[in-house]
């Protein structure tokens, strides 16, 4: 158990939707992180949230978006929804004084048909 | 970012070392390497990280060759629990960079009992 929290554990959604993902950060936490993980693949890094800002992002286009908020949770918002796009979506915290431990949930499964 | 290479796969049997090796030959001065693993059904978890010398906790040994071109991730008497996919990262510390990890496919490590 890492702390971390996600929500849903699994959504099912048609091609051109919108879909919302949730992540509670561990205690203390300022930092956020999103992965998507392919079937069969390691994790690919989406962008980073640290004190509310983005810090970092990944080669994803502009239809993926996100927040983060003051209790330092955050949200991933895919627009336009693909094919492509179903995948376990992952986030993880970590503190700023210590960024090299980063700490996953469990993961959000999307499936896109 | 730098690029590991890590065998798709290894076999060990339950109670006897496990050593996973990773090459990244072309690792800069300023590169952290990283082991996390993720068992099945599971979000990532991490290892373990080092930067030149040898490193030890709870979970694991980390080896880095003199060079620093590859490392070796040793767990001391493997369980079933152990059997998972292990990634080994290299994370770019120069001033101003995310707390991104770069995934690659990893490692099965598959235990016998």
């Known amino acids: 158990e890492t702390g971390v929290t996600q929500s849903p554990t699994h959504l099912i959604k048609t091609r051109g939707q919108q879909v919302t993902l949730r992540c509670s950060s561990q205690s203390g936490h300022n930092t956020v992180s999103w992965y998507q993980q392919a079937l069969g693949q390691g994790p690919q890094f989406i962008f980073q949230?640290?004190?509310?800002?983005?810090?970092g992002r990944g080669n994803f286009p502009p239809r993926f978006s996100g927040l983060q908020f003051p209790n330092y949770s955050s949200e991933l918002n895919v627009n336009a929804l693909e094919l492509d796009d179903s995948a376990l979506y992952l986030c993880a915290s970590s503190r700023g004084d210590s960024p090299d431990t980063q700490y996953f949930g469990p993961g959000t499964r999307l499936t896109v048909l | 970012d730098a690029k590991t290479t890590q065998p798709n796969s290894m076999e060990s049997n339950e109670e006897e070392p496990v050593h996973l090796p990773c090459n990244h030959s072309?690792?800069?001065?300023?590169?952290?390497i990283h082991w996390y693993r993720q068992l099945p059904s599971q979000g990532p978890e991490y290892v373990i990280h080092g930067l030149t010398s040898n490193v030890n906790n709870r979970m694991a040994s980390l080896a880095i060759a003199e060079d620093r071109k590859s490392s070796t991730l040793i767990l001391h008497r493997a369980t079933l629990r152990d059997a998972a996919v292990y990634y080994c990262i290299l994370r770019d510390d120069s001033g101003g960079s995310n707390y991104k990890l770069t995934f690659g496919k990893g490692t099965l490590l598959t235990v016998n009992p």
């Open positions: 072309t690792i800069s001065g300023t590169d952290y």
């Open positions: 949230y640290y004190r509310e800002e983005e810090n």
